[in-house]
Protein backbone atom coordinates (compact mmCIF):
# COMPACT_ATOMS: atom_id res chain seq x y z
CA UNK A 1 0.00 0.00 0.00
CA UNK A 2 2.70 2.64 0.74
CA UNK A 3 4.29 1.64 -2.52
CA UNK A 4 1.02 2.22 -4.42
CA UNK A 5 0.87 5.83 -2.83
CA UNK A 6 4.39 7.37 -3.12
CA UNK A 7 4.11 5.54 -7.09
CA UNK A 8 1.26 7.62 -7.60
CA UNK A 9 2.29 10.60 -5.07
CA UNK A 10 5.29 11.02 -7.52
CA UNK A 11 4.42 10.10 -10.74
CA UNK A 12 0.62 10.93 -11.49
CA UNK A 13 1.26 9.39 -14.99
CA UNK A 14 1.39 6.08 -14.02
CA UNK A 15 -2.18 5.92 -13.33
CA UNK A 16 -2.47 4.94 -16.86
CA UNK A 17 -2.34 1.22 -15.68
CA UNK A 18 -2.54 -0.50 -19.04
CA UNK A 19 1.59 -1.11 -19.16
CA UNK A 20 4.23 -2.39 -17.33
CA UNK A 21 7.22 0.22 -16.60
CA UNK A 22 9.19 -2.59 -15.43
CA UNK A 23 8.98 -4.05 -18.54
CA UNK A 24 9.56 -0.83 -20.66
CA UNK A 25 12.64 -0.53 -19.17
CA UNK A 26 14.49 -2.97 -21.29
CA UNK A 27 12.57 -1.60 -24.30
CA UNK A 28 13.79 1.78 -23.13
CA UNK A 29 17.49 1.07 -23.72
CA UNK A 30 17.62 1.16 -27.21
CA UNK A 31 15.44 4.40 -27.40
CA UNK A 32 17.72 6.33 -24.60
CA UNK A 33 20.34 5.89 -27.39
CA UNK A 34 18.64 9.12 -29.15
CA UNK A 35 15.84 10.26 -27.02
CA UNK A 36 18.32 10.45 -23.83
CA UNK A 37 18.35 8.24 -20.13
CA UNK A 38 15.80 10.38 -18.61
CA UNK A 39 14.22 10.54 -22.47
CA UNK A 40 14.62 14.68 -21.81
CA UNK A 41 15.92 14.29 -26.16
CA UNK A 42 18.92 14.98 -27.94
CA UNK A 43 18.91 18.30 -30.35
CA UNK A 44 21.93 16.57 -32.01
CA UNK A 45 20.02 13.63 -33.41
CA UNK A 46 16.68 15.75 -33.56
CA UNK A 47 15.25 13.58 -30.86
CA UNK A 48 12.28 15.46 -29.30
CA UNK A 49 12.48 15.21 -25.49
CA UNK A 50 9.33 12.52 -24.41
CA UNK A 51 8.96 13.20 -21.14
CA UNK A 52 6.11 15.98 -21.41
CA UNK A 53 3.97 14.12 -23.58
CA UNK A 54 0.79 12.42 -23.24
CA UNK A 55 0.49 8.95 -22.74
CA UNK A 56 -2.03 8.07 -25.71
CA UNK A 57 -0.50 10.39 -27.56
CA UNK A 58 2.96 8.61 -27.97
CA UNK A 59 1.12 5.28 -28.33
CA UNK A 60 -1.08 6.99 -31.26
CA UNK A 61 2.58 8.15 -32.25
CA UNK A 62 4.20 4.82 -32.63
CA UNK A 63 1.55 2.88 -34.16
CA UNK A 64 1.42 5.59 -36.68
CA UNK A 65 5.44 5.37 -37.02
CA UNK A 66 5.07 1.27 -37.17
CA UNK A 67 2.27 1.17 -39.86
CA UNK A 68 3.58 4.05 -42.05
CA UNK A 69 1.40 6.32 -41.50
CA UNK A 70 4.69 8.74 -40.30
CA UNK A 71 8.16 8.08 -41.16
CA UNK A 72 7.40 6.76 -44.45
CA UNK A 73 8.78 9.63 -46.61
CA UNK A 74 12.38 9.02 -48.30
CA UNK A 75 12.80 12.40 -47.49
CA UNK A 76 11.90 12.24 -44.13
CA UNK A 77 15.15 10.71 -42.49
CA UNK A 78 14.53 11.60 -39.04
CA UNK A 79 11.66 10.21 -39.16
CA UNK A 80 12.63 7.10 -40.94
CA UNK A 81 14.90 6.34 -38.14
CA UNK A 82 12.28 6.58 -35.47
CA UNK A 83 10.09 4.34 -37.75
CA UNK A 84 12.73 1.80 -37.60
CA UNK A 85 12.48 2.30 -33.57
CA UNK A 86 9.19 1.25 -33.82
CA UNK A 87 9.36 -1.50 -35.73
CA UNK A 88 10.91 -3.22 -33.00
CA UNK A 89 7.81 -2.89 -30.32
CA UNK A 90 6.37 -6.24 -31.23
CA UNK A 91 3.23 -5.23 -30.50
CA UNK A 92 0.41 -2.85 -28.80
CA UNK A 93 1.35 -3.92 -25.51
CA UNK A 94 5.25 -3.61 -25.61
CA UNK A 95 4.46 -0.07 -26.65
CA UNK A 96 2.37 0.77 -23.42
CA UNK A 97 4.90 -1.21 -21.51
CA UNK A 98 7.57 1.71 -22.70
CA UNK A 99 5.24 4.12 -22.24
CA UNK A 100 4.43 3.81 -18.91
CA UNK A 101 8.23 3.75 -18.11
CA UNK A 102 8.72 6.73 -20.19
CA UNK A 103 6.09 8.29 -17.46
CA UNK A 104 8.17 7.24 -14.74
CA UNK A 105 10.89 9.85 -15.63
CA UNK A 106 10.45 13.47 -14.78
CA UNK A 107 10.42 15.94 -17.04
C1 LIG B 1 17.78 6.43 -33.96
C2 LIG B 1 17.33 7.40 -32.96
C3 LIG B 1 16.03 7.09 -32.25
C4 LIG B 1 15.75 6.01 -31.45
C5 LIG B 1 16.67 4.85 -31.07
C6 LIG B 1 14.38 6.19 -30.99
N1 LIG B 1 13.86 7.35 -31.49
FE1 LIG B 1 12.00 8.12 -31.12
N2 LIG B 1 12.36 9.65 -32.37
C7 LIG B 1 13.56 9.87 -33.01
C8 LIG B 1 13.43 11.04 -33.86
C9 LIG B 1 14.53 11.64 -34.73
C10 LIG B 1 12.10 11.50 -33.71
C11 LIG B 1 11.44 12.69 -34.41
C12 LIG B 1 10.86 12.15 -35.69
C13 LIG B 1 10.26 13.21 -36.55
O1 LIG B 1 10.86 14.27 -36.72
O2 LIG B 1 9.14 12.97 -37.04
C14 LIG B 1 11.45 10.59 -32.76
C15 LIG B 1 10.15 10.72 -32.34
C16 LIG B 1 9.56 9.94 -31.36
C17 LIG B 1 8.20 10.09 -30.86
C18 LIG B 1 7.20 11.14 -31.33
C19 LIG B 1 7.35 12.41 -30.53
C20 LIG B 1 6.37 13.48 -30.96
O3 LIG B 1 6.44 14.58 -30.39
O4 LIG B 1 5.53 13.24 -31.83
C21 LIG B 1 8.01 9.14 -29.91
C22 LIG B 1 6.75 8.91 -29.08
C23 LIG B 1 9.23 8.37 -29.83
N3 LIG B 1 10.15 8.89 -30.71
C24 LIG B 1 9.42 7.30 -28.97
C25 LIG B 1 10.51 6.43 -29.05
C26 LIG B 1 10.59 5.18 -28.36
C27 LIG B 1 9.52 4.64 -27.39
C28 LIG B 1 11.76 4.59 -28.71
C29 LIG B 1 12.30 3.22 -28.32
C30 LIG B 1 11.51 2.10 -28.75
C31 LIG B 1 12.44 5.51 -29.62
N4 LIG B 1 11.64 6.61 -29.81
C32 LIG B 1 13.70 5.29 -30.19
C33 LIG B 1 14.72 9.15 -32.90
C34 LIG B 1 14.84 7.93 -32.25
Keep these: MFFVTVTFGLYPGNAWANGDPSKGRASFAVCSTCHGRKAEGMESLNAPNL ?12 KNFKNGIR ?13 QM ?13 I ?6 RP
Design 86 to 98: AMTLTDEQAMRDV
Design 100 to 105: AYIKTL
Design 71 to 83: GNDPKDIYGQQMR
Design 51 to 62: TGLQDWYMLTQL
